[in-house]
Each structure stands twice: as structure tokens, then as C-alpha cells.
């Protein structure tokens, strides 16, 4: 078990995640035509070509996912009960074809839970970086975690 129980989460704790994860143009169409989502930003080469940033750009949900899973290994894997929600979801910079995804992770805060002692809340902050040390996301997860010898 790679992750880490409630208790061995401090608030204040900095997990810095590798590898990094270089993003392919395979990678943003699947995604986005897996997820239903026919935004031509991603799909349509020809009219992201004309729009704004002159090229496809990589689903944020996507930018959302990678970073989320990089920080799997090091913090929930195996002691996590389940996600609670997201929050504060932001992407700063648009990610495109060939970049690759760095992330970091803090703990920001952590409680018991009042209704299942057996339990924990733990609220991280997931950034990630391009290649260029440029934030490309930010949010906040609360995830229910495991406890030391609780059910």
C-alpha cells in the first residue's frame, strides 16, 4: 500500500509527484471523444487552427485527470475510501500536444469525520506545471481516507 493512512497526512505536508506525463494528440481526441465531448478546440484540427491559440487545445478535463493521478501513488493509493468533491478547479494556462504535466501535491486540511469515526476527511491541493514551470491547474480535493487500525 503506496498511500498514506489519515494519520500520516500533516497538514502543511508537500508531495512533489514524478514522472511527469507528456500529453499526445492520440491522448486529447480519445479523451474527448470517450467523454462525449465534441468541442472542435479538440477534435477539429482545421477550426482550432483559426481560433485563438492557433492549434488544438488539450481537454481541461483531461489536464484535470493527469494530474489527479499523478499524485495517486504517494498520497490515496489503497487508503482512500472515495473521493468527496472538487473545488476551486482552475486552469491559468492552456495545455497543448507535447507538453508534459508535472504535479504537486498539498494537504491543506484534514478532520475526522463526525458521522463515520472510522474515517477521515483530507482536503488536497492538486497543482500542476508545464514543462515550463507554468501552473496550467489548480484544485482542491477532499477525499474520505482510511485510519490506523479502523475498520
Same mark, same amino acid.
Given at each position: 500500500m503506496a498511500g498514506k493512512l489519515f494519520e500520516e497526512l500533516a497538514v502543511g505536508q508537500v508531495f512533489q509527484h514524478q514522472p511527469g506525463r507528456t #500529453? %499526445? +494528440? !492520440?491522448?486529447n481526441v480519445l479523451f474527448s471523444?470517450? %467523454?462525449m465531448n465534441p468541442q472542435p478546440l479538440h477534435v477539429d484540427f482545421h477550426a482550432a487552427a483559426k481560433a485563438e491559440f492557433g492549434k488544438p487545445l488539450v481537454n481541461s478535463l483531461? %489536464?484535470?485527470g493527469v494530474a *489527479? =493521478?499523478?499524485? #495517486?501513488g504517494e498520497t490515496t493509493l489503497g487508503t482512500t475510501v472515495g473521493n468527496l468533491g472538487f473545488e476551486k478547479v482552475e486552469f491559468p494556462k492552456? *495545455?497543448?500536444h507535447g507538453d508534459t504535466i508535472y504535479a504537486e501535491t498539498e494537504v *491543506?486540511?484534514?478532520r475526522e469525520s463526525k458521522s463515520r469515526p472510522e474515517w477521515g476527511i483530507v482536503t488536497? +491541493?492538486?497543482r500542476a506545471k508545464n514543462q515550463h514551470g507554468e501552473l496550467i491547474m489548480r484544485c482542491r480535493r477532499a477525499a474520505m481516507m482510511r485510519r490506523k =487500525?479502523? !475498520?
Open positions: #500529453v %499526445t +494528440e !492520440a491522448d471523444c470517450l %467523454t483531461f %489536464t484535470l *489527479v =493521478g499523478l499524485s #495517486v492552456p *495545455v497543448f *491543506v486540511e484534514k488536497f +491541493e492538486h =487500525g479502523k !475498520a
